[in-house]
């Protein structure tokens, strides 16, 4: 029996890129672990319960992304954590290729190199 699919948020953002967030844990090891590939940027709350968060660039892409869909897809990553209504919220950011799984850890417990911490307020994309 083939592992079911993990459900992902789905978020387009202009020019073809997207925000992917997880639902569960098994949906964000599976994101963060499998999905994503090594130069996508990866988010998640700082310090609490939340979505693993990544930002995929259209086919063909190689330029980093602006400041500004990085914060937006920080600010998904807010919102799909328990800083929900936590006004400005702390987001950590990294490449893809700097997340890793701790042996034995419970799903959706990873490790990060290289943060990036971005402040924003919990919000999903127009």
């Given at each position: 029996?083939?592992?079911?699919?993990?459900?992902?948020?789905?978020y387009?953002?202009?020019?073809?890129?997207?925000?992917?967030?997880?639902?569960?844990?098994?949906?964000?090891?599976?994101?963060?672990?499998?999905?994503?590939?090594?130069?996508?940027?990866?988010?998640?709350?700082?310090?609490?319960p939340?979505?693993?968060?990544?930002?995929?660039?259209?086919?063909?892409?190689?330029?980093?992304?602006?400041?500004?869909?990085l914060?937006?897809?920080?600010?998904?990553?807010?919102?799909?954590?328990k800083?929900?209504?936590?006004?400005?919220?702390?987001?950590?950011?990294?490449?893809a290729?700097?997340?890793?799984?701790?042996?034995?850890?419970k799903?959706?417990?990873?490790?990060?190199?290289?943060?990036?911490?971005?402040?924003?307020r919990?919000?999903?994309?127009?």
């Amino acid at each position: 029996m083939r592992p079911e699919k993990p459900k992902l948020y789905e978020y387009p953002l202009p020019d073809g890129w997207v925000i992917l967030a997880g639902h569960s844990e098994s949906d964000n090891d599976r994101l963060s672990l499998k999905i994503a590939k090594a130069n996508e940027w990866w988010f998640h709350v700082r310090g609490m319960p939340g979505s693993h968060v990544i930002l995929r660039a259209p086919e063909g892409v190689k330029e980093s992304p602006a400041k500004e869909m990085l914060k937006q897809a920080a600010a998904v990553a807010a919102w799909h954590s328990k800083a929900r209504s936590g006004g400005v919220v702390a987001v950590s950011a990294t490449l893809a290729k700097f997340v890793s799984k701790p042996r034995g850890a419970k799903p959706g417990t990873v490790s990060i190199r290289k943060e990036t911490v971005f402040k924003v307020r919990p919000k999903l994309p127009a």
